[in-house]
């Protein structure tokens, strides 16, 4: 089963929930595969301290102007739909930034003066802790669009039991990247008005995809009952409630927060994987 | 006219209670929020909306059925996974790039305008608010973002305000560079967790990267006192000053609850720190 947890906005508490669910299930003996999809802001290994085995960077293709063959026409330019090419003094000049990769100039070119060249966006890095298997993405600082690079790191779906995403947070393009293809997905949010407005955010993009959901309320206790009415208005199945204790909270900024979640949610980390079980009709085969 | 424009690199630090909190001690100003995504603020704000606009940006490929003769040459162009069977565009996956109409043999796709979201203006208790909201799976939230902090600056010069508060976004991605470009300073909010100052270091390399004035405000200090002093250190060999040390603070959500900023709703130990750092920013960068 693949889960992916998203928000829909930081700081709910969605890569802790990643890591306590990969963990969870590796202690129950399943083969677990914990993917950061949050390229962005790539915080799963800062806890869960894989080792890594292989780097692999992850470029775009970018084009490239001959400036022998171009004879200025200004086709290029016409045809980028992002205006990634300006065409100054009879010269393309193309930045690189705003590229999509969409391919068209170098399609459009009749003097055939544009070829591609890849840029590097990020890396992905591979590697295990234990019984979990690790798969992040990080997307360069400076780099605006992370969907390719998230694109590329679904690819390396492992062979597991059960493959936890832990996907951007928000409700654009790279969560719909992230998510792509998942068995269900789980939101996580907090018991606020902040976390609540999010959370309806979230829960009108998740809608579009058709995948099912549920919802894990974070620090349960702390603000007030929004969540759960809005929830239940919905239809919409809260797997489970987590209380808000500031022990944990000091925990998590040290960074030893995951083994202290397992043992401390062990129970609520249950409810959520047979809640998953239950919308999902998907249920792992036992682990001899 | 000064732009401040608040960020934080990882969510939940409390950027936007904290940009709630300065709205209602700053005068003379102009209040945007750039976190299109998930926008908060007007929560803490209760905007009374004038102006309501659509945000129309970029294309969207649509397949006309009675022209389409099934000939597959539009997959082959589109790079993005986009056409899906019987040559349905999936406008979640489409870019807009436009390679399909273009090359299409029997004109059967046509390019048309997306209207990924609503921006407004609006009035509050503190002054003129702009926000926005992006459809759901809607990109582009860098083009709303100019477009927001544009509107802001237009607004402010019309009414002779001279600052602009900007709640920015969060990552380090397209929309936070568009909340960054060309504003004087930036308040970076973050917490001492482990994942907190690891996304902090990413955002203060962005601000680096348009050499921009960057200054620190550490929310719920005293949560762990080593992190709190490794932040110390970073900034002191970036030369970035520490502006604020914000205690953790159940008012914070109380406030929340209420809505209200912390200013408004209590008098505790938060907000006097944060009435502190903002006379600080407003002796110093805001001058
Ligand atoms: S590849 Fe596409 S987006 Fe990039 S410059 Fe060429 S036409 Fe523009
Ligand atoms: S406009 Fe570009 S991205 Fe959209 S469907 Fe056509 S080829 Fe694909």
Not at chain 1, 210 to 230: C, F, H, Q, T
Not at chain 2, 107 to 115: D, F, G, L, P
Not at chain 2, 144 to 172: F, N
Request: hydrophobic content about 40%; glycine content about 10%; proline content about 4%.
């Amino acid at each position: 089963m693949k889960i992916a947890v998203a928000s829909g906005k930081g700081g709910t508490g969605k890569t802790t929930l990643s890591l306590a669910l990969a963990g969870y299930l590796a202690n129950r003996g399943y083969r677990v595969s914990l993917m950061d999809c949050d390229v962005e802001e790539p915080n799963v290994n800062l806890f869960l301290k894989a080792n890594i085995r292989a780097v692999e960077q992850v470029s775009v293709p970018i084009p490239v102007v001959d400036g022998d063959k171009c004879t200025g026409c200004g086709l290029c330019e016409r045809i980028c739909a992002f205006n990634a090419i300006a065409v100054v003094s009879g010269k393309p000049l193309i930045f690189k930034d705003i590229c999509h990769s969409c391919g068209g100039c170098m399609l459009v070119c009749p003097e055939r003066a544009i070829r591609e060249v890849p840029k590097e966006i990020g890396d992905i890095e591979e590697g295990s802790a234990g019984a979990i298997s690790y798969i992040g993405g990080r997307l360069r600082v400076g780099e605006a669009i992370s969907p390719p690079l998230i694109g590329a790191v679904r690819k390396h779906y492992a062979d597991s039991h059960y493959t936890v995403i832990d996907a951007p947070p928000g409700t654009s393009c790279p969560v719909m990247a992230a998510v792509r293809g998942c068995d269900a997905i789980v939101l996580v949010t907090e018991p606020t008005p902040f976390g609540l407005n999010d959370l309806k955010l979230a829960v009108e993009t998740m809608k579009r995809l058709d995948y099912p959901l549920g919802v894990v309320i974070n620090r349960a206790g702390m603000g007030d009952d929004g969540v759960e009415r809005y929830c239940a208005e919905e239809g919409i199945s809260v797997l489970a409630s987590l209380a808000h204790s500031r022990e944990i909270a000091e925990k998590y900024a040290a960074g030893e927060v995951v083994e202290e979640f397992i043992r401390f949610f062990d129970g609520e980390l249950g409810e959520i994987v047979s809640g998953l079980e239950r919308l999902t009709g998907i249920r792992a085969v036992e682990v001899k | 006219m000064k732009e401040l424009v608040i960020i934080s690199g990882k969510g939940g630090t409390g950027k936007t209670s904290l940009t709630a909190s300065l709205a209602a001690l700053a005068g003379n100003k102009v209040v945007v929020d750039c976190d299109v995504d998930a926008a908060d603020l007007h929560i803490l704000m209760n905007p009374a909306i004038q102006k309501k606009e659509n945000f129309v940006a970029g294309k969207v490929a649509v397949n006309n059925s009675e022209m389409c003769l099934q000939c597959g040459d539009c997959v082959l162009y589109c790079r993005f996974d986009a056409i899906g069977d019987y040559y349905v565009v999936n406008p979640v996956s489409c870019e807009g790039c436009g390679l399909c109409e273009r090359f299409c043999p029997h004109e059967a796709m046509e390019m048309v305008s997306r209207t990924s979201g609503e921006w407004y203006l609006s009035d509050t208790r503190f002054g003129p608010l702009l926000h926005a909201r992006l459809f759901p799976a809607e990109g582009n939230s860098g083009k709303l973002v100019t477009l927001l902090r544009q509107e802001g600056r237009r607004l402010a010069e019309e009414k002779g305000l001279d600052l602009l508060l900007v709640d920015g976004s969060p990552g380090v991605g397209c929309p936070v560079i568009a909340s960054l470009a060309g504003a004087r300073a930036v308040l970076v909010v973050t917490e001492p967790t482990v994942s907190a100052v690891h996304d902090m270091k990413r955002v203060v390399d962005l601000a680096g990267h348009f050499r921009m004035k960057t200054l620190m405000c550490i929310n719920r200090c005293d949560l762990n006192r080593e992190n709190v002093k490794a932040i110390e250190e970073f900034c002191e060999s970036r030369s970035i000053p520490v502006l604020g040390k914000i205690p953790y603070d159940g008012d914070f959500t109380k406030s929340q609850v209420a809505g209200k900023t912390l200013i408004e709703y209590s008098d505790g130990e938060a907000a006097r720190a944060v009435r502190k750092m903002w006379e600080d920013l407003s002796r110093t960068v805001l001058h």
